[in-house]
């Protein structure tokens, strides 16, 4: 760990991503443990158990956690034929390519060993590349689309590896073998699904149940990760039907489980671990990363192949890799792009796609679970097929991260990919304008206080403004439409504004969860249309009844309520938010904040919008209240009761941090508040009596 953090401490100075560096540092361990003091260095292998049952869920929950279902529907297709069809393109033209490629050099490699090794090295691993995209601004549905890939094609590729290890281990019997190992794909792909649907949605419930207990919340999380991956296993072992194992893929079970957890169990969760979540499994990935990539460069220098031998076939699988993927990427998104069941991918999308796919855990992993006595009748070389595999993947890996992962940026640059929106463009100039003007505002402060001089405020105060002055004239002579500009600006500000306020509402309990998660799925995709300057829903009535009620059929918990009560919480919840906006619109006019939504047209027609969502609120409130008088007022009064109870509890922690009373007095004002008793009044009585 302390190796790792130098290594990321470099990478942050030189700008490499820090998977590459962490790949050299663990081959530089090597010599360094000839030194006597750091021999135990090498004393610590890459096993596959400590790969398979303890980095791999936690790597596969971190990723699958914050993916959106919402977004994996609209994108479902490009990335089924991505993970499914791309891969199996890329296994197949892996194994027979490369097997003519290395008889071309007069290696005689058998077809199996090569179709072996396509699996393993076919499916992608996003951590490197997904920073990169994000760090120079790649599309977020691009990001998505990769990230999705990445993801599902991890079990994929296990399936098929297990297949392909399957008839090297077992032999292949023609017809029989092939219905067998399609057999096996399918219930690993599907059984895995369905199991992880059951783990994903079992957990949530139990985090429900224990809601407000943080230590047992997040104990919970860890458990969906890797009890759903080792019962799958257990499954795997132990089910046996008509003479044959019925195996599931732990690792589709827990990227399903993982993704129920993101989407459905997290709204289970107490609002602080629900906000710590992020950070706790971020920081697991990371550590859980920085270890597998060290022990990595560990493993390809302790290799017993020599590297004279090896060199040759690992530049041949390199470059058939590399074209493997490119079959595979424009093959599969072609045929997706000709069926045009969602938008099209864009040609440079798809150069990128080909060109920033790096390798790592998952690969890693699967060649470690090569039996180490692996062998074929026609095997004659001085090496095994597990030490052959491990050389060319390691091999494949590493130009991948040395090469790949390092120009992936100049790739994004070079295609335009990282190309600024107009409201972003916009957003640059104009923040750059507040800056300069909150410069000059210091600068007045720093003079006004003696802190500097007349000569020096002079100065300073004419470089700000004339760079102020400059990116105002660069703004209006780039942006077109300013007037649309800002107000999709203005837009994407209050729809942020209201998210923040609708997630206290529901810390408050003043609305339960299907309310919430009704509110954000609007919020959200609100955004992304003014991000993507698409025409507004023109009905948030019709968007509910159309694919939002199929979500809440599958996704969302049973409530109490009835469509009554949820509809006039609803609309309750919509007034509120509009409420926030209104008077925070108000605010800005008086604020810097105005330097960024300087136009007066546009800020207008904003207030006006949402002046008109007020009004048609209100009168839908009253239309609710005057014929369910007597249900509002329950709702309202109960309400009212919950909003008191955290403001109780609010009060109290604010007194205990800022140590206005004791831990003591802390605990006992708490337990009154939970049990409705004054103790402390009790205790009084009783000692008088």
Known sequence: MLFSLGINI????????????????????????????????????????????????ILIFESAYNIKIRNIKENKFAISMLAIVGLLISTFFIGFVGRWAFQLLGFDIPLLVTLLFGAIISATDP??????????????????????????????????????????????????????????????????????????????????????????????TLLVAHFTFLLAELISEKLVISGHHLQISSIIATLVSSIVMGNFGRFKMSVGVEEYMEKFW?????????????????????????????????????????????????????????????????????HLLSWGSL?????????????????????????????????????????????????????????????????????????????????????????????????????????????????????????????????NMLRIYTLALQKIELKEIFRRGEINENIYKKNLLILETQTERVEQDRPQLKSLNAYLDSWLGKFKRFFLSSTSLSETQELYLYYRTQYKLINKVISDLALIKNSPLIEIFDDPKAFQNVENIYQYLKNKTVQQMAEEIQSNKDLVDDMNEQSAKALLDITQADTLKVLHKHEIISSKLYLLLKNEIIDGTPQALNSDASSKR
């Open 10 to 57: 470099i990478s942050l100075k030189m700008r490499i991503p820090y998977t590459v560096l962490l790949v050299i540092g663990g081959s530089l361990l090597v010599p360094l443990s000839k030194i006597e003091a750091l021999s135990f260095v090498t004393s610590l292998q890459l096993t596959p158990e400590l790969l398979f049952f303890v980095f791999l869920p």
């Open 127 to 220: 951590v490197a590349v997904l920073s990169l995209f994000k760090e120079f601004g790649a599309p977020r549905r691009l990001t998505l689309i990769f990230e999705g890939e990445s993801l599902f094609n991890d079990g994929t590729a296990f399936a098929i590896f297990l297949v392909f290890l399957e008839i090297m281990l077992y032999g292949f019997n023609g017809v029989t073998t092939v219905m067998q190992g399609l057999f096996l794909f399918f219930t690993m792909i599907i059984g895995g699904g369905l199991f992880g649907l059951l783990m994903g949605f079992f957990f949530s419930k139990l985090i429900e149940w224990v809601k407000g207990h943080e230590h047992l919340e997040i104990t919970l």
């Open 282 to 350: 971020s920081y697991f990935a990371f550590l859980a990363n920085s270890l597998v990539f060290i022990l990595m460069g560990l493993l390809f220098t302790s290799l017993s192949i020599s590297i004279n031998v090896a060199i040759l076939p690992i530049l041949i699988m390199i470059l058939v890799v590399n074209v493997a993927r490119a079959v595979s990427i424009y093959g599969s998104i072609g045929i997706a792009n000709q069926i045009k069941s969602e938008e099209s991918i864009p040609l440079n999308w798809q």
């Open 359 to 487: 390798r790592g855990a998952i690969a890693v992993v699967m060649v470690m679970l090569i039996p180490d006595d692996l062998s074929l009748p026609n095997w004659d070389y001085d090496f095994s097929i597990k030490e052959f595999i491990t050389a060319i993947t390691i091999g494949s890996i590493y130009f991948t991260l040395l090469v790949k992962a390092t120009t992936t940026g100049k790739v994004i640059r070079w295609l335009k990919i990282d190309a600024l929106l107009p409201h972003e463009q916009m957003s640059y100039f104009k923040s750059k304008a507040l800056i300069y003007q909150s410069l000059n505002a210091r600068v007045k402060e720093l003079y006004e206080h003696r802190d500097i001089s007349e000569a020096q405020y002079k100065t300073l105060t004419a470089k700000h403004q004339t760079l102020y002055l400059l990116i105002c004239q660069q703004c209006n002579e780039k942006t077109k439409d300013p007037s649309h500009v800002v107000e």
